[in-house]
């Protein structure tokens, strides 16, 4: 259950005080026992994509209700969050230099056709986040990827053994991807990632340089520290 699960949309934060997160097909919410080195993850996930903020606001809403009652189950001592607010579609966005969420600030690569982006809107508390850049010419694909995933998800993309994960130690690169870690809190260390696709023009100077603009903002919003970067 801490998969991606293919949504249409790209995860935003469940709020009211809640560390959450949903894409509008799944719903996550983690509670951080301070009694004990442990969190609790409920995690819903729905057939297919949600179209509207309604209906994934009332799954959001049980699933907030039954990590209280599974924290009380499995003697968790943690905060509990409030009543869940309306929950905003995030809109696409013309063109990167409008970005206002997790794209602000992310290098455009001069020898690429860079010309539009999808984004987490930002502030948040999202356990997953994400920005999209992408051509608007041509094929109109997707060439870059940059990643944020915190507690129990940033754990599974490190131990992953399905071929979804080879982000191994606190930073590093390979052909397609570079990734970075923070510590953000008692739990697992935060991992930033940026990825290109088989669409985007290879350049590891450019994800390394991508990475580190977005690294930077994604662990100052959270409240990280100790950010490790590739050399």
């Not at 699960?5 to 799944?26: E, I, K």
């Not at 609790?40 to 309604?54: F, P, Q």
């Amino acid at each position: 259950m801490l998969r991606d699960g293919g949504s249409d949309h790209l995860p935003v934060a469940v709020s009211g005080g809640w560390q959450g997160y949903t894409d509008f097909r799944d719903t996550a919410v983690v509670l951080n026992c301070t009694n004990r080195p442990a969190s609790l993850v409920v995690a819903v996930r729905a057939d297919a994509s949600h179209e509207n903020s309604t209906e994934t606001r009332q799954i959001a809403r049980p699933a907030t209700a039954t990590a209280e009652r599974a924290a009380d189950r499995w003697s968790c001592d943690a905060p509990a969050g409030t009543r869940v607010p309306p929950i905003p579609v995030p809109a696409d966005s013309p063109t990167p230099g409008n970005a206002t969420g997790t794209c602000a600030g992310i290098p455009v690569p001069g020898n690429g056709p860079v010309g539009r982006h999808r984004e987490t809107t930002a502030p948040g508390n999202a356990l997953l986040e994400t920005c999209v850049l992408g051509e608007t010419k041509a094929r109109d694909e997707e060439l870059y990827w940059f990643g944020a995933a915190f507690g129990p998800y940033a754990q599974r993309l490190r131990t992953a053994d399905d071929g979804s994960g080879s982000y191994h130690g606190d930073a590093g690169t390979d052909r397609h991807s570079a990734w970075a870690s923070a510590a953000c809190g008692a739990g697992p260390r935060a991992l930033l990632t940026a990825n290109d696709t088989e669409y985007a023009a290879p350049s590891r100077g450019y994800l390394r340089t991508a990475l580190r603009a977005f690294a930077e903002r994604a662990a100052r919003r959270h409240g990280c520290t100790d950010l490790k970067l590739p050399s």
